[in-house]
């Protein structure tokens, strides 16, 4: 008999309901998982009832968990540079963190994907693409084959990386952009909505249009 995993889920944002919607996906195919609390730090959301699930507390709750495994579903285009903190000082063990992928993804065999990802609904993944802990791939995007995509990167809806492009750490892919062949996007950087990006960006950059162009630099934490 196979062994249902029990869930944290770690945010109560709308990215909650995407992400469970993934996970029911999964289980409609074979029972896997089955959330048992959410947590936030958002002191409004606790004590509510969202599907069923309770947000019980904070983030700092986890470690009151010892036999569970979590989904990171704390991301957005506001907070996607902290969202390394949040994981570095919750100090949990990657190996917990499971990875969720709709069953409608095509992913090649060759391509390895980490712990805590989250790709959503008609992604395609190419081969020997490589995706590092906590990236998110939103629905319908296109991953060309030898791509690399550092951790924490969103690459959001109906995008298209080419073969061999570099997604940098933290970094956010707009909805519709495309990035092209063995261009390397820096750490931190944000692509806007629609923009083509053809030549290689610096860490820490605001890169919207077509032809893409730098609006303006961003300020980065330490770590990035």
């Known amino acids: 008999m196979d062994i249902i995993k029990k ?11 995407e992400v469970s919607a993934i996970m029911k996906a999964i289980n409609a ?4 998982y089955e959330i048992i609390a959410i947590l936030d730090d958002d002191i409004k959301t606790h004590g509510k009832i969202i599907q069923g699930i309770p947000v019980v507390g904070p983030l700092e709750l986890a470690e009151k968990y010892p036999d569970v495994f979590f989904v990171f579903g704390i991301g957005s285009m506001k907070t996607r540079l902290i969202r390394q903190k949040i994981i570095n000082r919750l100090n949990i063990s990657i190996s ?8 409608s993804a095509v992913i090649d065999d060759s391509a390895k994907i980490a712990n805590g990802c989250i790709i959503h ?8 693409v490589v995706v ?12 060309g084959p030898y791509v690399h995509i550092e951790s924490f990167a969103m690459i959001t809806s109906l995008v298209a990386v080419l073969s061999s492009a570099r997604i940098g750490k933290s970094t956010f892919i707009g909805s ?15 692509i806007g909505a629609g923009t083509v990006v053809s030549r290689n960006i610096d860490t820490g950059s605001f890169f919207l249009g077509n032809p893409g162009r730098l609006i303006q630099k961003i300020e980065l934490y330490e770590d990035l």
Request: charged share 10%; with cysteine.
């Open 176 to 190: 519709c952009s495309c990035v092209t062949e063995h261009v390397s996007i820096g750490a931190g950087s944000m």
């Open 7 to 17: 869930i944290v889920f770690l945010g109560a944002s709308i990215a909650f309901f």
């Open 121 to 128: 609904p008609g992604v395609v993944i190419g081969n020997d």
């Open 132 to 143: 590092e802990p906590f990236s998110i791939i939103a629905v319908n995007s296109a991953i």
């Open 29 to 32: 195919r074979q029972y896997k």
């Open 96 to 103: 917990r963190f499971e990875t969720m992928i709709h069953p």
